[in-house]
């Protein structure tokens, strides 16, 4: 059972780069974050889904954006790479929201560096 | 004021020791509550929740203050590792789905 895998592990982009972290889930959560956290910093949420088709703005969206086209897959964006966005991202998902009972299933992060 | 607040740290103690952490939170409608570890360079991971009672596992305590809006955890004969960051995260309901605010966590280093 592979839980939240993210790829990639690591990318270091040049200013005005764009990429996709990748993120998929086989536990058939519906519930799909993604998350930045930077230095001395509590993690962030970028944006988050409730199910598929279904994408909604967390607190620091600006320079992001998201599908979820499937339950499994929630793709991150970035456009326009800029220094602001080096971080590690992760992405999580969970069964229902934030129950007690439901926890988030984190994946092994991505380290992205913006020179 | 910040919405979770935890003492950084480090803490730094010795084998055996026994050591807390407190975690303050501002939203009294806050409804759900957990610790997560969170090793060097690795994912966050779910430690407990924390539930109204209070709640123990192994040799660790969880304990919720409704009242005071805070709540902490316990480690006993604290082991080499347990040296990690501790974070408390606490779930508010927005409408959609709850939102799950971060504190910057607490570092633990257990030494022999």
């Known amino acids: 059972n592979a839980g939240v895998t993210q790829t990639p592990k690591f990318r270091i982009l040049k200013i005005g780069q764009s990429m996709t972290l990748q993120c998929t889930q086989d536990?058939?959560?519906?519930?799909m974050y993604w998350y930045r956290q930077d230095p001395g910093m509590g993690l962030k949420l970028i944006y988050y889904?409730?199910?598929?088709?279904?994408?909604d703005k967390g607190e620091v969206p600006n320079g992001y954006n998201v599908s979820r086209s499937t339950t499994e897959d929630f793709p991150l964006r970035l456009e326009l790479a800029a220094p602001s966005q080096t971080s590690v991202y992760f992405c999580a998902s969970s069964y229902a929201t934030h129950r007690v009972d439901s926890p988030l299933h984190f994946g092994n992060g991505t380290r992205l560096t913006v020179t | 004021r910040k919405e979770v607040e935890q003492d950084p740290g480090p803490f730094n103690v010795p084998e055996g020791a026994t050591v807390a952490f407190n975690c303050t939170y501002s939203n009294s409608a806050s409804q759900s509550f957990f610790w997560y570890r969170q090793d060097c360079r690795k994912e966050p991971k779910l430690l407990m929740s924390?539930?109204?009672s209070g709640n123990e596992d192994g040799r660790f305590t969880a304990q919720l203050n409704r009242a005071s809006q805070y709540i902490s955890l316990l480690i006993r004969d604290s082991k080499l590792s347990d040296s990690a960051t501790y974070l408390c995260?606490?779930?508010?309901?927005?409408?959609?789905?709850?939102?799950?605010?971060f504190g910057t966590g607490t570092r633990l280093q257990v030494t022999l």
């Open positions: 924390v539930y109204s």
């Open positions: 536990m058939n959560h519906n519930y």
């Open positions: 995260v606490v779930s508010s309901n927005t409408g959609t789905a709850s939102k799950l605010t």
């Open positions: 889904s409730v199910g598929a088709g279904i994408t």
